[in-house]
């Protein structure tokens, strides 16, 4: 219970900043280039605590690794309540995403430790309910209460000392054993046993994090400027419309085959993209809201189906640093096309820059249909 508590609060505190963006933006003054470039920092300081620290736990056991990252979350929370201007925003998603790596690996590789199916499931659930959990709370905090732009982090300080502190009332779930300075070396590790099951599952994984990346750093603007209507809980919404049915459409499709769970996912995404894009393209934000909770069951299900066909593959010394490496793909689709994207909205706007990416997105999401009906055809 406190690991998947921990791994929710992480997750939650990871999109408590996509509603307050617009809030940043209209008191600081930066552009949309900018604001992904904060976005992107928290995925790229994730990549490098996956790179180093991922295997870290392996080693020198779970409690110390999430100990350490949730003591940089506490600075991190720390640097967002003082921030005042968007470097300051930037340093801190650094210092976020670097503990979220740490604790994803940690907290992930315990659960499995634990319980490999539940873990599983719970490794899949927990980023969609606590992405969903973050993007609200964060927006009625900003409605309800004062301090729009640090309340927020001062809750999350609370939860994460009494998560620090409830930690060491635990026990460890794996024995430690040398190697802890070696596994500090960035080095890719996929066994042999899980490779093709990664490589098949990569293109929907990847168009899955494009559209994740989407939502928490552009969407709340994209809405903003194609609706023209300016209330928080529509940008906040629309994130946990996708986000809150990604962790439904996991609980429905957890007794379906992997097969089933990938096909009916991906047809998901693809069908929620064609709605999303038509609401963008009409201004129409219940096309929005209804495109969202579409794609939302395919941003769930393909999740699931990827991390039901890859993690329970490793051996119990290996979990860590295969939930690394898978983390690393799905961060990299998650941040880099995120700032691309962000790129072409300052030269062409907005509408035509989400366009152009949606477009690239469902061309991945049929090119994963088609490459799982000929996996499935070939066994």
Known sequence: MLHSSTLIAFLAASSAPTPLYRLYQQQWGFSSTLLTVVFAAYALALLL???VTGRLSDHVGRRPVISLSLALQLLAMACFVYADGAYWLVAARVVQGFATGMATAAVGAALLDLDRERGTLINSIAPMAGMAAGALGSTALMVFAPWPLRTV??????????LLALLWLTPETTAPRPGAWASLKPRITVPLQARKALL?????NVAVWMLGGFYLSL????????????TPWLG???VA???LTGAIAILIARKLSTFATLLSGEVALGLGLGVILWGVNQGHAALLLCGSVIAGFGFGASF??????????AQPHERAGLMGVFYIESYLANSVPTIAVGYLAQRTGLLVAANVYGVAITVLTIFAVV???LRTRKH
């Open 49 to 51: 605590a996956l790179l």
């Open 153 to 162: 982090y001062g809750v999350f300080l609370g939860i994460f000392l009494v």
């Open 200 to 204: 098949s599952i990569s293109p929907v």
């Open 219 to 230: 969407m709340p603007s994209l809405i903003v400027t194609v609706t023209k209507l300016n």
């Open 236 to 238: 906040g919404g629309v």
């Open 241 to 243: 419309a996708l986000t």
């Open 304 to 313: 699931l189906g990827a991390v039901r066909s890859v993690l329970p593959l």
């Open 371 to 373: 490459l799982l009906c």
